[in-house]
């Protein structure tokens, strides 16, 4: 679908065909389990939101006749193409004090960064609170509508204000790994925490196994019904090898590490599965059974964890497209990911330059690590005697169960989110994974000479005078193989711009909005972008002033759903007097979105090309 200027397109026009065959596509991929096709659900459950985002950049038509350059303005639809000159790596940290509370009064010079031991320099700095969007919004409307803008009439009808959402959190439970003792307890947290969310808070609750869905909402029947739906969802690992016990951490011990002691550990236990000669030998061969029984379980863990990577970066994707302060709360017994670091590095990469924080509740709670197991985990010999553990199992598996709760730890850490552990008390967990710091630091450097070479590059993050104050930061990211393409960073530069709940000010702009009801159920909205000119950048260019602005406006529903979106490119190339005239007056961009009546958010996002300058600003409205 293209779109001409002035016009605008229905997301539920978009996606009301391709709906129905994504739940088709759904359900024949949930009924088979395989990694390749559970992969394809996570791309079919969350992407519905992106395929309207990308339609509303789609290139347009070539320009006509009277949008030349010759023409002193001219406006059309087209890809954005900023320019992006320098690869920055974006580090979150939050700081607390003694009593765990965040500190909000530091400054660019009480932290050091070092990239593999080097100190680097600290070239953006920025100190973030929860915003809020509401009041900002509220603020705009009222603000814009005294004012008005110069040239335009007064709406005939007035946009009243709404309470919109203004934190998103997405609760994504851990199924593939949960065990049903730990789901039942955490479930029944999360009812007690779903019904002390606010009316400005929005929730949806997803699984790694993919199988329970609940897009954003404050329907708190709909939370509920999601949570009665969750129950323990194993993927790969159904056959359960009792003799010898072997878990995945053991398995990537004993194949991947080559560990000798967890082989011999491994080799004893088999030695007690297998039938034995009266004089002690055994009939198999237990060396062979400790390969074949670790690669099938290393196999399976593996293809379990990257599942769940996977489902968790779709989660990360599919909420930074959601239009305010964004949580990720991970409920998980925790799991390993051995080769799978550069997976798990490029979700928090993307978390922070979203500014998502990933929050992680262990499941486990307080545990304890049983040195001989349970009565019911008990392997029994085949000739009906007790056969105990060797001795280095316990600890094997005590160190496998400490490694759970690395990927967890880092994962929050890395996003500047809370890490909820060894800790019985579900309610008060939900209550700290849900919320965001009161303030976090966002950190940049630009590397000096990075190489191109995928190598992962260890991070640390200090206080120049640490005094009683703990930090977390992320530990490291990965360089790139190669740089993006300068149109496709700069195309995601302002698409982040646009789904962000930021305000900021470069450019003088001003929004307001308009609608006209049309009947009892549709509905006009307005969208007016006022632009000071005088304090743009022109180029002189044969005698004439050259610069171009690109405008995006955007329409949100009440649950934060991207409805609608027109992206104008308008062509400054003004003689002198023109440019004179419009020092004075500035100009005004007009975009119309076909609505029904409802509570919206209206976000506005304007960038010159000259000046690189972009501002950013929200609005809000309800047609009634």
């Known amino acids: 679908m293209r779109f001409s200027p002035g016009t605008s397109f229905s997301a539920t026009q978009i996606v009301s065909a391709a709906e129905a065959r994504r739940k088709v596509r759904i359900t024949q991929c949930l009924s088979k389990r395989s990694y390749c096709f559970l992969w394809c659900c996570a791309a079919l459950l969350f992407g519905s939101n992106r395929l309207c985002a990308q339609d509303a950049t789609r290139p347009a038509p070539p320009a006509t006749a009277a949008t030349q350059p010759s023409a002193e303005l001219a406006s059309h639809d087209e890809p954005a193409t900023f320019k992006v000159n320098v690869k920055l790596v974006v580090v979150r940290a ?11 009064t530091l400054h660019k010079e009480d932290f050091e960064i070092f990239d593999k031991g080097k ?41 009243s204000t709404p309470a919109i959402p203004e934190r998103f959190v997405a609760y994504l439970f851990d199924d593939v790994h949960l065990e049903f003792g730990d789901l039942a307890r955490v479930r029944e947290a999360a009812e007690h925490h779903f019904s002390t969310l606010r009316p400005t808070d929005r929730a949806a609750i997803f699984t790694t196994s993919g199988q329970t869905i609940l897009d954003f909402t404050d329907d708190q029947a ?116 051995p080769d799978l670091e550069y997976g798990y590095f490029e979700i928090i990469n993307s978390a922070v330059r979203s500014r998502i924080m990933i929050n992680a509740l262990d499941a486990r709670g307080l545990f304890v690590i049983m040195p001989f197991g349970d009565v019911s985990t008990q392997p029994a010999s085949p000739l009906g005697s007790d056969h105990a553990p060797p001795p280095g199992k316990a600890l094997i598996d005590t160190a496998a169960a400490n490694a759970q709760a690395d990927l967890l730890a880092t994962l929050a850490d890395g996003t500047g989110g809370v890490f909820f552990h060894n800790n019985n008390d579900f309610d008060q967990g939900f209550r700290r994974v849900a919320q965001a710091p009161d303030y976090s630091y966002v950190l940049a450097f630009s590397p000096q000479n990075l190489k191109l070479d995928g190598s992962f590059h260890n991070l640390k993050v200090t206080l120049r005078n640490p005094q009683k104050l703990t930090l977390q930061a992320r530990r490291g990211y990965y360089a790139p193989k190669h740089f993006d393409n300068p149109d496709e960073q700069a195309k995601q ?28 159920s549709d509905a006009k909205l307005v969208v007016l972008a006022h632009v000071d000119v005088q304090k743009l950048h022109f180029r002189k260019i044969e005698g004439r002033n050259d610069n171009v602005l690109t405008c995006v406006s955007a329409v949100f529903n009440r649950n934060g759903n991207f409805l609608q979106g027109t992206q104008k490119v308008v062509t400054m190339h003004w003689k002198d007097e023109t440019l004179e005239h419009k020092l004075a007056s500035g100009i005004t961009l007009k975009t119309s979105f076909d609505v029904k009546p409802g509570s919206y958010l209206v976000r506005l996002v304007v960038r010159d090309e000259q000046g690189r300058s972009m501002s950013a600003e929200n609005g809000s409205v309800e047609i009634r």
């Open 222 to 337: 709909k939370l509920h019904e999601a949570l009665l739906r969750l129950q323990p969802r194993p993927i790969a690992m159904s056959e359960r090898h009792d003799c010898p016990d072997i878990s995945y951490y053991m398995a990537d011990l004993i194949l991947n590490k080559h560990d000798a002691e967890a082989t011999q550990v491994a080799t004893q236990q088999a030695i007690g599965c297998e039938p034995t000669l009266p004089n002690g030998t055994p009939l198999g061969n237990p060396s062979a059974m400790v390969s074949a029984v670790s690669a099938g379980v290393l196999s399976a863990g593996e293809h379990e964890s990257r599942i769940s990577l996977d489902i968790l970066k779709a989660v990360v994707h599919d909420i930074s497209r959601m239009p305010g302060q964004r949580n990720v709360v991970l409920v998980s017994p925790g799991f390993i990911a």
């Open 119 to 159: 100190p680097q320099v600290i070239t953006q700095f920025e100190v973030e609170q929860p915003g809020d969007l509401t009041a900002k919004a509220r603020q705009n409307s009222e603000e814009n509508a005294n004012d008005g803008i110069p040239g335009e009439p007064p709406s005939s009808s007035p946009a």
């Open 493 to 520: 530069e302002i698409e982040d711009a646009m789904y962000s709940q930021e305000e900021f000010h470069n450019l003088p702009i001003k929004l307001r909005t308009q609608y006209f009801k049309e009947s009892d």
């Open 94 to 104: 939050v700081v607390r004090d003694s009593k765990g509370n965040a500190v909000g």
